[in-house]
Structures are given as structure tokens and as C-alpha cells.
T-cell receptor, first 113, second 114 residues
């Protein structure tokens, strides 16, 4: 099992540009989570999906952030336009149905300059 | 507000000693807790979990203790090794399993001195 796969591993972009982060969950996992990690706030849940449907997006900071899950094997987190304060490590995680205990990907380190 | 917090941001121990990492939680409705280990440059990795109907659970070299009276959780690592150096997070499920959403604490850095 390849685990949760995120891409890219690192992203450096200029303020105002659109950024798209990608995630492939573990096959068979139908819950998918996007977290953001910073030194100031730690691990924050942004949004999560069950069966490709967004269940709770209350953690999404603002309208500049959007997430989609078009099918069971792929999700994206988009920031448009990006700002320096969006700089963080973004993690995707997945789990089996109703199982509380995720498998995390290796994260995408985003730097907005 | 409801949150998970840690008492010690950094813990330094000698190799071979036992480590104890603490976590306080504030939501009395939380009934499931997990400890994660995060090594530098990697995502958090599941270590051990415990449900609220238990007060102790043991794994390989790790033990989690839960004190619901004072809303306190601890992770004990026996015979700490250099490979245990990482940030450790406690996480809780706050809605009784209605969802599989986890809220994470702020983390404790464990530094193992050789």
C-alpha cells in the first residue's frame, strides 16, 4: 500500500497566484481530511469528506480556500489568490468509514512570498 | 473554548529513561483519544488509541493513561530511544463517534539525548 499520496511536496509561489494541492487517499478509505499545520496554530482541520461529499468545511479560513473531491481517489485543495499568511504545511489524511484514526500523507509545504 | 492542550512544549530525556508526555482536554463529551508521533518532514503517525471506557492501554513500549475525572491523558514511553525523538500530539474525537473528526493538541517535542 502506497499510503496517502500528496503532491507537490514543496510549493513556492508569489502572492496573488493560484495554488492547487493534490491528494490521493488510500484505496478503500472513504473519509478524507485536509489539515493545515503552522507553528502558531498547530494542526487545524480545514475540511473533510465522506464518500466524496464535503461534510464539514467550518475550518476553511475564507472564500479564497476551496476543496473538491471529484471521485474516491482524488481530492484538491485550492487557494486563490494566495497570501503570505497561507504559508504552512498542508496535510491530507484518509480513513476507513467511521474509523477514527487517520493515515496522513507526507504533506505539502507551501511558501507564499 | 473547547480545546486540547499540552502542559509541556518540550521534553528532554536521556536515552534509556522513561518519558511521560501529558495532555489536558476540556471537552467532557470526548470519548476517543489518539496519540500521534510526527517526525521531522513527515506526517503524523498513529501510535496508540484509547476509548473513554478504559483508563489504560498498552502497546509496544508505550502506554496511554486516561483520567476522565481530571480530563487528563498521558503517553508513557519505556526505555526511550533516539528514534523516539519527535513531536507528539494528542487528538480527541469530540462528538462521541458521530463523525470521525479529530481535534489535535498543540504538540510536545520529545528530545532524546544519547
Amino acid at each position: 500500500d502506497a499510503g496517502v499520496i500528496q503532491s507537490p511536496r514543496h510549493e513556492v509561489t508569489e502572492m496573488g497566484q493560484e495554488v492547487t494541492l493534490r491528494c490521493k487517499p488510500i484505496s478503500g478509505h472513504n473519509s478524507l481530511f485536509w489539515y493545515r499545520q503552522t507553528m502558531m496554530r498547530g494542526l487545524e482541520l480545514l475540511i473533510y469528506f465522506n464518500n466524496n461529499v464535503p461534510i464539514d468545511d467550518s475550518g476553511m479560513p475564507e472564500d479564497r480556500f476551496s476543496a473538491k473531491m471529484p471521485n474516491a481517489s482524488f481530492s484538491t485543495l485550492k487557494i486563490q489568490p494566495s497570501e503570505p499568511r497561507d504559508s504552512a504545511v498542508y496535510f491530507c489524511a484518509s480513513s476507513l468509514p467511521l474509523v477514527v484514526g487517520y493515515t496522513f500523507g507526507s504533506g505539502t509545504r507551501l511558501t507564499v512570498v | 473554548g473547547e480545546s486540547v492542550g499540552l502542559h509541556l512544549p518540550t521534553l528532554s530525556v536521556q536515552e534509556g529513561d522513561n518519558s511521560i508526555i501529558n495532555c489536558a482536554y476540556s471537552n467532557s463529551a470526548s470519548d476517543y483519544f489518539i496519540w500521534y508521533k510526527q517526525e521531522s518532514g513527515k506526517g503524523p503517525q498513529f501510535i496508540i488509541d484509547i476509548r473513554s471506557n478504559m483508563d489504560k492501554r498498552q502497546g509496544q513500549r508505550v502506554t496511554v493513561l486516561l483520567n476522565k475525572t481530571v480530563k487528563h491523558l498521558s503517553l508513557q514511553i519505556a526505555a526511550t530511544q533516539p528514534g523516539d525523538s519527535a513531536v507528539y500530539f494528542c487528538a480527541e474525537n469530540q462528538d462521541g463517534g458521530a463523525t470521525n473528526k479529530l481535534i489535535f493538541g498543540t504538540g510536545t517535542l520529545l528530545a532524546v539525548q544519547p
